[in-house]
């Protein structure tokens, strides 16, 4: 029997199922009969339960498994017989009207839309480059330098100068009151490096061990701390301890200490080299991926299915929540999450996802297993076990899948660009780094 599509707005479609009630009777019945072969109840033993007493304790949940099973099964054929891609579950509502011996059903979904992407060559993108500079070199055998420093006490005459590391008291009121935050004993931070505000660490340079101090500080307007931004504070600051840094000399020795094979400070150079310029292409990549997805957005008509918008945004409401989780928020699993907040972005990522697929399909862009290989071995080189890491990828089918859709995405991304007006940038690679943080 033909099966008939009603087209109701856009994508919403339905189509009405017929079970025959005789069939869903012989099934339950059939199900209780089995059940009742294991069921336990008081005063009779395993086996011997009456079918009676099984129905009544078991009856409507069959009942419900049942017809969720025939009516599932019933949509699939229907939906398969007339050939329609189907985007989320249907809502399936019974009828009130049916044939003799028959139930009815009417199943209410929507279906794939589809796709047109217009002429890419229209299209503008604007991709970026960046190389690794000796100056970048230089800050990140700095940032090394720091990171192995170590620090001697100065002696009590000595003042609080740059590049020293303080210990001290303070506390902060706001129109002679305490806050929140404005106090603590025994605080750590560097003169000179931008942890504190610059006011406070002005303040605190040329101050001696056992001097105090009061000082005014205005927080700045955009301050992260609400209850003080653009406020003003008198600190009252006590130092402890003045130590002085003393960072190691980029030699041999600093080369060895770092995991450098031949000890040297040019093999160490050519390392920090290496590692730079594999961070900048993948940043590169991404931030020209990310150009590329929004000319594809820009240069396709869709209609953009609700069910799969829906179904995005619980998934990123779960993905919040997990996430309050990990930072140790109480209860995070019942926090009011308003889905709205993530519906422009859920619709964007379904948006972007029905594109891409149709590019894919369209234009052969999947992944080769040559691209796959390639690209697990390209991550697993800022790994000290590079082949453990790529054993650890191939044995996973989920961590394939996801190094798939990279690896496709890539794809999408070099034919977007050989086929678009592209516009090349070169970008600084101080203003490429501070991107991603």
Same mark, same amino acid.
């Given at each position: 029997?033909?099966?008939?599509?009603?087209?109701?707005?856009?994508?919403?479609?339905?189509?009405?199922?017929?079970?025959?009630?005789?069939?869903?009777?012989?099934?339950?019945?059939?199900?209780?009969?089995?059940?009742?072969?294991?069921?336990?109840?008081?005063?009779?033993?395993?086996?011997?339960?009456?079918?009676?007493?099984?129905?009544?304790?078991?009856?409507?949940?069959?009942?419900? =498994?049942?017809?969720?099973?025939?009516?599932?099964?019933?949509?699939?054929?229907?939906?398969?017989?007339?050939?329609?891609?189907?985007?989320?579950?249907?809502?399936?509502?019974?009828? *009130?009207?049916?044939?003799?011996?028959?139930?009815?059903?009417?199943?209410?979904?929507?279906?794939?839309?589809?796709?047109?992407?217009?002429?890419?060559?229209?299209?503008?993108?604007?991709?970026?480059?960046?190389?690794?500079?000796?100056?970048?070199?230089?800050?990140?055998?700095?940032?090394?330098?720091?990171?192995?420093?170590?620090?001697?006490?100065?002696?009590?005459?000595?003042?609080?100068?740059?590049?020293?590391?303080?210990?001290?008291?303070?506390?902060?009121?706001?129109?002679?009151?305490?806050?929140?935050?404005?106090?603590? =004993?025994?605080?750590?931070?560097?003169?000179?490096?931008?942890?504190?505000?610059?006011?406070?660490?002005?303040?605190?340079?040329?101050?001696?061990?056992?001097?105090?101090?009061?000082?005014?500080?205005?927080?700045?307007?955009?301050?992260?701390?609400?209850?003080?931004?653009?406020?003003?504070?008198?600190?009252?600051?006590?130092?402890?301890?003045?130590?002085?840094?003393?960072?190691?000399?980029?030699?041999?020795?600093?080369?060895?200490?770092?995991?450098?094979?031949?000890?040297?400070?040019?093999?160490?150079?050519?390392?920090?080299?290496? *590692?730079?310029?594999?961070?900048?292409?993948?940043?590169?990549?991404?931030? *020209?991926?990310?150009?590329?997805?929004?000319?594809?957005?820009?240069?396709?008509? @869709? =209609?953009?299915?609700?069910?799969?918008?829906?179904?995005?945004?619980?998934?990123?409401?779960?993905?919040?929540?997990?996430?309050?989780?990990?930072?140790?928020?109480?209860?995070?699993?019942?926090? =009011?999450?308003?889905?709205?907040?993530?519906?422009?972005?859920?619709?964007?990522?379904?948006?972007?996802?029905?594109?891409?697929?149709? @590019?894919?399909?369209?234009?052969?862009?999947?992944?080769?297993?040559?691209?796959?290989?390639?690209?697990?071995?390209?991550?697993?080189?800022?790994?000290?076990?590079?082949?453990?890491?790529?054993?650890?990828? @191939?044995?996973?089918?989920?961590?394939?899948?996801?190094?798939?859709?990279?690896?496709?995405?890539?794809?999408?991304?070099?034919?977007?660009?050989?086929?678009?007006?592209?516009?090349?940038?070169?970008?600084?690679?101080?203003?490429?780094?501070?991107?991603?943080?």
């Amino acid at each position: 029997m033909a099966v008939t599509v009603e087209t109701l707005e856009k994508l919403e479609r339905r189509i009405t199922l017929t079970l025959a009630a005789a069939d869903i009777n012989s099934e339950v019945e059939t199900r209780l009969k089995k059940l009742a072969r294991t069921v336990k109840a008081d005063g009779f033993r395993p086996g011997k339960v009456p079918m009676s007493v099984v129905a009544q304790r078991y009856g409507y949940q069959v009942q419900y =498994e049942v017809m969720n099973d025939k009516l599932g099964q019933a949509f699939s054929a229907a939906a398969n017989e007339a050939q329609l891609r189907v985007a989320g579950a249907p809502q399936i509502a019974q009828k *009130n009207e049916a044939p003799e011996g028959q139930m009815a059903f009417d199943a209410t979904f929507e279906v794939y839309p589809e796709v047109k992407i217009g002429d890419l060559a229209g299209a503008e993108v604007e991709r970026i480059a960046a190389e690794v500079t000796e100056e970048a070199i230089d800050k990140t055998v700095e940032i090394l330098r720091k990171q192995r420093r170590t620090f001697a006490q100065r002696a009590a005459a000595d003042a609080a100068a740059e590049g020293d590391r303080v210990t001290i008291d303070f506390e902060g009121k706001i129109d002679g009151e305490p806050f929140a935050g404005g106090k603590a =004993e025994g605080f750590q931070f560097m003169i000179g490096e931008g942890q504190m505000l610059e006011a406070f660490d002005q303040a605190v340079r040329g101050m001696k061990t056992g001097e105090s101090k009061t000082f005014p500080l205005a927080f700045p307007a955009d301050y992260h701390g609400q209850d003080v931004a653009g406020k003003e504070a008198d600190f009252l600051v006590t130092v402890k301890k003045i130590e002085a840094q003393n960072l190691p000399e980029v030699n041999e020795a600093f080369a060895k200490a770092l995991g450098i094979k031949d000890a040297s400070v040019e093999a160490l150079r050519a390392d920090i080299k290496k *590692n730079l310029e594999r961070e900048v292409k993948f940043r590169v990549l991404a931030r *020209n991926k990310g150009a590329v997805m929004d000319a594809l957005v820009a240069a396709a008509e @869709l =209609e953009v299915p609700n069910a799969l918008v829906a179904g995005e945004t619980e998934r990123m409401v779960a993905n919040a929540r997990e996430d309050l989780k990990k930072r140790g928020v109480k209860d995070a699993d019942k926090a =009011e999450i308003p889905a709205d907040i993530f519906k422009p972005q859920a619709e964007r990522r379904v948006r972007l996802g029905l594109v891409v697929a149709e @590019l894919v399909r369209a234009n052969n862009l999947q992944a080769k297993p040559e691209q796959l290989q390639a690209h697990i071995e390209e991550m697993a080189q800022s790994y000290e076990k590079p082949a453990e890491v790529v054993r650890w990828y @191939l044995s996973d089918r989920n961590r394939m899948a996801e190094v798939e859709a990279v690896v496709i995405e890539n794809n999408v991304t070099d034919f977007v660009l050989s086929k678009a007006k592209v516009t090349d940038k070169a970008l600084p690679f101080d203003e490429l780094m501070a991107a991603g943080n």
